[in-house]
């Protein structure tokens, strides 16, 4: 067994790095290694302890605290994390697909060109909900990664692949976006994605709400981008492209004031069925305020169409404001 796998051990064992290991460039050294997903060297998690009804045989590392740890190159695919606390650690190139972290804190964590493919970033245990505060993540893979309702906090997403990612309940807090999100989702209100049979694993969405507070989109390019479930992006900062994005307020009010004289019966018919099925849905109607990209029109629709039906939308919304 040689040093790294002696530290991996002791940690499972002891919950944290003992004082008598030595730090190597800042951190204590658990790079490029590779934990077994059949659960050789992870303590078993009893069924009834946590809600893993998804999994018979379920194996994690638990209440495990990760401090200045260095886990570049190394491979946790598949693996289970409950109730860790990881701060001030180092992910380069660590390959975390299909890993599952339930109800974990991450304080001040690099994750630069990390494999997160199909994690569950922010599964949870009861009202223990996990949170990401003061992390950094460049060029990571976000691809498919689920969520229930984590606390985001003063991070930093950086040209990150988002492809189809639905933060679900995740919860928003002064946090950064630069470079391209394509086909991504936040929500006000998300669902609860846990199995909440039995009754201490209950929770209610509604007292978890994405407060979207100070969240910077001033350098990223919003591609099919959602905000929807009762969202409040009041205090959001967009891009300055009115080509492109359009934020309507009182969206519904917007909308039934909107009017197509000059254009043909059956554009206009074309442009309120559009409208009503793209913005007047159930998941928008508690909303201050609408994001419309530009993007999300083009589905299946005439170029030239939602070029005119944007650029009706953005002469309307001049005088809308004006009141």
């Not at 570049?72 to 660590?94: M, P, R």
Request: proline share 2%; aromatic share 16%.
């Amino acid at each position: 067994m040689n040093e790294k796998e002696k530290l991996l051990k002791t940690l499972i064992k002891n919950k944290s790095v003992p004082n008598n290991y030595h730090k190597k460039d800042g951190y204590f050294d658990l790079s490029s290694i590779k934990i077994s997903s059949d659960g050789s060297n992870l303590e078993k998690v009893r069924n009834r302890e946590y809600d893993f009804v998804f999994d018979k045989n379920p194996t994690a590392l638990k209440k495990i605290i990760f401090k200045d740890v260095n886990f570049t190159q190394s491979d946790f695919s598949e693996i289970t994390f409950v109730k860790c606390k990881f701060e001030n650690c180092l992910f380069f190139k660590t390959k975390l697909k299909e890993s599952r972290f339930f109800a974990c804190e991450f304080v001040n964590c690099i994750f630069d060109q990390t494999n997160f493919n199909g994690a569950t970033m922010g599964g949870r245990i009861g009202h223990h909900l996990g949170s990401y505060t003061n992390c950094h993540f460049r060029k990571a893979n976000l691809k498919n990664t689920n969520y229930n309702f984590p606390l985001l906090k003063g991070c930093f997403f950086e040209n990150c692949d988002f492809y189809m990612v639905d933060f679900n309940g995740s919860r928003f807090e002064s946090c950064k976006f630069e470079g391209l999100l394509d086909d991504v989702r936040f929500r006000g209100v998300g669902n609860d994605l846990s199995d909440s049979f039995l009754f201490w694993n209950r929770l209610n969405p509604h007292r978890y709400k994405n407060t979207m507070s100070n969240v910077d989109f001033s350098r990223a390019t919003l591609t099919a981008v959602a905000f929807s479930h009762s969202i409040d992006i009041s205090t959001c900062i967009w891009p300055i492209d009115d080509s492109q994005y359009l934020i309507i307020p009182n969206h519904i009010e917007f909308f039934t004031s909107l009017n197509f004289v000059g254009w043909s019966k059956e554009e206009s018919e074309y442009a309120l069925s559009t409208i009503k099925w793209m913005f007047l849905r159930e998941e928008y109607s508690n909303q201050k305020a609408l994001f419309i990209d530009k993007n999300l029109l083009f589905e299946g629709r005439n170029e030239i169409f939602v070029e005119k039906l944007f650029h009706h939308f953005r002469n309307h919304l001049q005088y809308f404001l004006k009141g």
